[in-house]
């Protein structure tokens, strides 16, 4: 199953990445492309889109999977020193098996370029994505071969996982740490947010927030009674970046 079959692929940008502003007329010409281009795919108008791609990529997005978006929303513009390219960050909703209801945003860099006063997509060969490494055949060299999708199948039991999913902190007067761990289903790193632990006698200690593909990181949670009493149930939030997808663990105060 294709999770997400847009025409463009990277790696979601770091959070310290800092953004080249760019003056009012040629940020607003550039989102309006933008906003066309994806508007396109919300409609499902893919030979409308296609006018908007570089024509040296136009084949390749010719021979690409594509389908539909729920809908999207721009994030950021990262303009070169001369604004005649820029990386966009758009966050695209898709609706799939794997995703319920309400479906999830899911992040797309695309590289716009000037040409003739107008902004097209670039479109390369081989990009390396969030979800693993991405190749599309090209026909000029390689007619016979489809393009290459992304493995998502790790999306089936979910983007990632939390264990355990209850901490019990018994009653007493001496300060108890448990310890969570979270799990990276997917072969692109992602970024760990706690949310929650603003409580009396709390500390969180997280060593690292960044999981790496497949991998796994662990934080502490620190309770200390003298500094404050709780009781009753309390809910801790788990939520990975750029996916803006949490899991909740309850919190149990005896």
Partial sequence: MLFLALPLFAVWPAVSQTFRKAPPDVEAA??????????????????QAESL????????????????????????????P??????????????????????IYMPVTGEWRLSGGQWFLHIEPHKDTAFGHMQFSDPAKDAELPPQRPNLEALSSGA????PLKLVFPKGQEAITRTVVVKNNLPGSLKLEVEGVGLPGFRLVMPD??????????????????????????????????????????????
């Fill in 30 to 47: 550039l989102r309006a492309r933008v906003n066309e281009f994806y508007t396109f795919f919300q409609e499902g108008k893919f030979r």
């Fill in 53 to 80: 791609v570089e024509e040296s990529g136009r084949d390749l997005f010719y021979n690409m999977s594509k389908q539909k978006i729920r809908g999207y929303r721009i994030e950021s513009f990262d303009f070169s």
């Fill in 82 to 103: 001369d604004f005649e390219s820029a990386t966009v960050l758009v966050s695209c909703l898709e609706l799939t098996p794997f995703t319920g209801r309400n479906g």
């Fill in 160 to 163: 990632f996982q939390v264990e």
């Fill in 209 to 254: 927030r960044t999981i790496p593909p497949r991998g796994q990181v662990s934080f502490q949670v620190n309770y200390n009674p003298e500094e404050g009493k709780l009781s009753g149930s309390r809910r801790l939030i788990v939520r990975v970046q750029p996916l803006n997808q949490s899991i909740s663990i309850e919190m149990q105060f005896q």
